[in-house]
């Protein structure tokens, strides 16, 4: 009986010690009831993770917003899931490949025949975990697909966006970013490719693109801000079929929700106390440290000049 009793409380406790882990892992909330009714969102990657959550969010909240995904057949798919539970039919699917520079800007150019403002831009999408390869634009693809596509997309948006100002970029970066470099005579990695470095180098080059933009929309209302959404169990990691079908069960009670993994993308898209700040770094809904190499604003203006080029902006 006593044997029982001690067993029963031990695994009570244990209940009871997980459920708190659980919760202090899912982070800061944005809690706020703002509603964002007519504006005009495009959040990049949103068939799935947090985009998605981030799409539904904000259709919840009354926004317009275009899905802009790689795969037609599963931005639809997330599109008609979204419209379902939200009633809100002002949500649309367009292709966007951010590893291929011509969809980016046939993107833009659809984009553009629809709508007359953009309030938010959501630099959402990302991969991880890819053998090398090279885009038919000759660039390194984990480079392509989370930081240059994103700084082409945004760039040819930059006047619809002053022209909607107040507006705000949200750049989602990661706090992987701490380990990246930027090896000016090796961007694309083919020197040494290692799949972690390749990543955390992309998420330093968010960073750095996010300050850099801040500095050049200084004076437009347009801010550009960027953040680390936390760990989440997401398809991101799909390119690692064990650590996929192992990590939510090994790492549970560490990982945030994909619900609560937006929530931070939607404080710096929505929060009123956040009109007018820019050039910042976010974490669990709140101002957090960016690492030293994030600060370099001569490598930031020398990456812009470079990015320029790979993308052809610059011609």
């Not at 025949?113 to 990302?126: C, F, M, P, Q, V």
């Not at 090279?134 to 966006?161: C, M, P, Q, R, W």
């Not at 050049?216 to 996929?244: A, W």
């Amino acid at each position: 009986m006593n044997c029982d009793l001690t067993c029963g409380s031990i695994f009570v406790v244990i209940g009871v010690v997980l459920y708190l882990l659980r919760r202090y892992a899912q982070g800061g909330q944005f809690t706020k009831n703002v509603r964002a009714d007519g504006k005009v969102v495009i959040i990049t990657g949103s068939n799935t993770g947090i985009g998605k959550e981030t799409a539904l969010e904000l259709a919840r909240k009354g926004a317009r917003v275009y899905m802009a995904c790689r795969s037609l057949e599963r931005g639809e798919k997330a599109k008609k899931e979204i419209v379902a539970v939200t009633g809100n039919t002002n949500v649309f699917n367009l292709t966007l490949d951010l590893t291929s520079m011509e969809s980016v800007r046939n993107f833009v150019k659809e984009f553009l025949k629809r709508e007359t403002s953009l309030d938010i831009l959501i630099n959402n999408a990302g991969v991880f975990g890819l053998d090398r390869s090279i885009t038919k634009d000759g660039h390194e693809i984990v480079l392509a697909s989370n930081y240059l596509g994103h700084f082409l997309l945004t760039n040819l948006l930059l006047d619809i966006l002053k022209s909607s100002a107040a507006s705000r970029i949200v750049n989602v970066s990661s706090t992987l970013h701490r380990y990246g470099k930027i090896v000016r005579d090796d961007l694309h990695a083919e020197r040494e490719y290692k799949v972690g470095q390749v990543y955390a180098n992309s998420k330093l080059a968010n960073m750095l693109f996010s300050r850099e933009l801040a500095k050049r929309l200084d004076g437009s209302s347009v801010t550009s801000n960027s953040l680390h959404p936390g760990i989440i169990s997401t398809e991101i990691s799909r390119n690692y079929p064990t650590f996929s079908a192992m990590a939510p069960f090994v790492f549970y009670f560490f990982w945030k929700s994909v619900k609560s993994g937006c929530q931070t993308t939607l404080y710096c898209a929505l929060d009123p106390e956040l009109k007018g700040v820019t050039g910042k770094y976010f974490s669990d809904c709140r101002i957090a440290d960016e690492s030293n190499n994030a600060h370099d604003d001569d490598t930031a203006e020398w990456l812009w000049r470079a990015s320029e080029k790979l993308t052809g902006l610059a011609e």
